[in-house]
Nanobody, 122 residues
Framework: QVQLVESGGGLVQAGGSLRLSCAAS????????MGWFRQAPGKEREFVAS????????NYAYSVKGRFAISRDNAKNTVILQMNSLKPEDTAVYYC???????????????WGQGTQVTVSS
C-alpha cells in the first residue's frame, strides 16, 4: 500500500503560481512512477503530468506544457507540481497518483491521494 497526501492548493489570480506537493508513505517511493491528474466539475479526470521512478523522464499534457513542471525527491518521498501562468481553465481538484510506470492513462495508477482544490480567478 502507498498512502498519498496532496497539499498546496488554494485560490490564485490568473497569471499567478501555485506549488502542489504530494507526500508518500508506505512502500518504497522510488519504486513507483508518479502522476498528477485533475478533475473539474462535470468533467472526467484528466492527465496533467507524469514522472518516471528515477525522475529522469517527464511528460505533460499539451494544455500545461511550458507552464507546469513536475519533479520528485525520492529521499523525501515527495513529488511536486509547480504551476505557473495559471489560467481559469486550470481550476480543478488536483490528484497525485502512484503506479508501476509513468503513463497518461489513469488506469495505470494504483494509488491515489484525496486531492487538493485549485481555483484560478479571472
Amino acid at each position: 500500500q502507498v498512502q498519498l497526501v496532496e497539499s498546496g492548493g488554494g485560490l490564485v489570480q490568473a497569471g499567478g503560481s501555485l506549488r502542489l506537493s504530494c507526500a508518500a508513505s508506505g512502500r518504497t517511493f522510488a519504486n513507483y512512477a508518479m502522476g498528477w491528474f485533475r478533475q473539474a466539475p462535470g468533467k472526467e479526470r484528466e492527465f496533467v503530468a507524469s514522472i518516471s521512478r528515477s525522475g529522469g523522464s517527464t511528460n505533460y499534457a499539451y494544455s500545461v506544457k511550458g507552464r507546469f513542471a513536475i519533479s520528485r525527491d525520492n529521499a523525501k518521498n515527495t513529488v511536486i507540481l509547480q504551476m505557473n501562468s495559471l489560467k481559469p481553465e486550470d481550476t480543478a481538484v488536483y490528484y497525485c497518483a502512484a503506479g508501476t510506470y509513468a503513463s497518461d492513462n489513469r488506469l495505470n495508477y494504483s494509488y491515489w491521494g484525496q486531492g487538493t482544490q485549485v481555483t484560478v480567478s479571472s
